[in-house]
């Protein structure tokens, strides 16, 4: 079946306590890409790639690394959470960008 | 002013209904996509155009790209298609981006 997945779906951990999110697809996408969505805020893109080692800042990449070391894997690295970075999470892919884009099913990450 | 605007941020609307969301934005776009979001929170794509319109069952999508406008049509809706409907833009400047609407709540009551 083709997905994208997140780990962990859910997350409750401590400022400054260093943290990975994962992402995986299954589709041979090259383009994939790290949303967060806020209230009253909406979608905002934090990093995306366009391909393997080719990453770049979207809207909101401060406090938050990338790596596209893989063509499946995309992880969003978080060095030292704070509180403003409670959100709900999802990553993303396509074939290439810009397409139809596959979401994965979200991580709520709660920094307290 | 956000670079795309959608309309109306809430709906209600009774089974059976033709249900129209709007989409406007301020950017020259390589791209167009109308997104649905569940209650319990997944997200999925329904259309992505950058010209004309798209059909998909009863969901059908448009867009003026001299107007930058598009518009979402819900034929006969059904309690199912009750989600947050977003809207979402590929900048002609940068087609790796993607700019966001706040979305439109719909509920659709039977």
């Known amino acids: 079946e083709a997905q994208v997945t997140q780990n962990p779906r859910y997350l409750i951990t401590v400022t400054g306590k260093k943290l990975t999110v994962t992402c995986s697809q299954n589709?041979?996408?090259?383009?994939m890409s790290w949303y967060r969505q806020d209230p009253g805020l909406g979608l905002r893109q934090i990093y995306y790639?366009?391909?393997?080692?080719?990453?770049d800042k979207g809207d909101v990449p401060e406090g938050y690394k990338v790596s596209r070391k893989e063509k499946r894997n995309f992880p969003l690295i978080l060095e030292s959470p704070s509180p403003n970075q409670t959100s709900l999470y999802f990553c993303?892919?396509?074939?290439?960008?810009?397409?139809?884009?596959?979401f994965g099913p979200g991580t709520r990450l709660t920094v307290t | 002013k956000n670079e795309v605007e959608q309309s109306p941020q809430n709906l209600t609307a009774q089974e059976g209904e033709f249900i129209t969301i709007n989409c406007s934005y301020s950017?020259?776009?390589?791209?167009l996509h109308w997104l649905q979001q569940h209650p319990g929170g997944g997200i999925v794509s329904l259309f992505m155009?950058?010209?004309g319109k798209k059909k998909h069952g009863r969901l059908i999508a448009t867009i003026n790209i001299q107007e930058k406008h598009s518009s979402l049509h819900i034929t006969a809706s059904h309690p199912r298609d009750s989600a947050v409907y977003i809207c979402?833009?590929?900048?002609?400047?940068?087609?790796?981006?993607?700019?966001f609407g706040a979305g439109t709540r719909l509920t659709v009551k039977p």
């Open positions: 790639s366009m391909n393997v080692e080719v990453t």
């Open positions: 993303a892919s396509s074939v290439q960008s810009p397409y139809e884009q596959y």
């Open positions: 589709m041979n996408h090259e383009y």
């Open positions: 155009l950058s010209s």
């Open positions: 950017v020259g776009i390589s791209a």
């Open positions: 979402a833009v590929s900048p002609y400047r940068n087609n790796n981006d993607m700019r």
